[in-house]
């Protein structure tokens, strides 16, 4: 299972190539099941506007999935390469997820082998718990689930600065789960258990 979480994911120059460096095939043989943030409409999805974002990094058209989760069924017992979930409002995007019942095909897809790759909320939505997040991301009415899809057995700090590092401190403190900060300059691998910083 490999995990590829940073803050700004292919936006950044840094995170980019690391996502890269450990993909398994030519990106433009690449298959990537692509799951938008909630701002995400059926009608936005329609019009290819996610599909040339991730033409844009150097996908082909044909080889993106992007996921529609009025029609979530579509988009199961597929086989991505890759399952990327973008920035945006982390609790929105992770009720949206799990509103569709697609929480569990997306650890099915990683533990079969799919390379998750997330970007802020995406990198948050892996770990085991996003509460934290409400430090700075809105919370939807009556959202009352904070788990991650837990395939990262720690909580992330995405966008760290010295603003975040009494948060950092205090989350530390509480001995809940292992904490990591991630600068907009940093990602963190997982592969197998194994965490590195590049």
Same mark, same amino acid.
């Given at each position: 299972?490999?995990?590829? =979480?940073?803050?700004?994911?292919? %936006?950044?120059? @840094?995170? %980019?190539?690391?996502?890269?460096? $450990? ?5 433009? @043989? ?67 997820? %799990? ?11 990683? @533990? ?38 837990? =395939? ?5 700090? *995405? $966008? ?8 950092? %401190?205090?989350?530390? *403190? ?17 592969? $197998? ?6």
């Amino acid at each position: 299972m490999k995990l590829i =979480l940073s803050s700004c994911d292919f %936006r950044n120059e @840094k995170s %980019r190539k690391v996502i890269f460096a $450990h993909l398994k095939k030519k990106i433009e @043989k690449c298959k990537v099941l692509f799951i938008p943030n909630e701002k995400a409409t059926p009608k936005a999805i329609m019009s290819g506007k996610y599909h040339a974002r991730m033409q844009e990094f150097g996908f082909a058209t044909e080889n993106v999935w992007v996921l529609d989760d009025s029609q979530a069924d579509q988009f199961r017992n597929l086989n991505p390469d890759l399952v990327y979930i973008s920035g945006g409002n982390t609790f929105a995007t992770m009720q949206k997820i %799990r509103a569709c019942r697609f929480d569990k095909e997306i650890i099915r897809y990683v @533990k079969e082998g799919a390379i998750y790759v997330g970007g802020s909320a995406g990198a948050h939505i892996a770990s085991a718990d996003i509460m934290h997040v409400a430090a700075f991301d809105d919370l939807p009415d009556g959202m009352s689930n904070f788990c991650g899809l837990g =395939l990262f057995q720690g909580i992330l700090l *995405c $966008h760290y600065t010295v603003e975040r590092e009494p948060l950092y %401190r205090q989350l530390q *403190c509480e001995k809940r789960y292992p904490v990591y900060a991630l600068t907009d300059e940093m990602s963190l691998v997982v592969d $197998h258990q194994k965490i590195t910083f590049a």
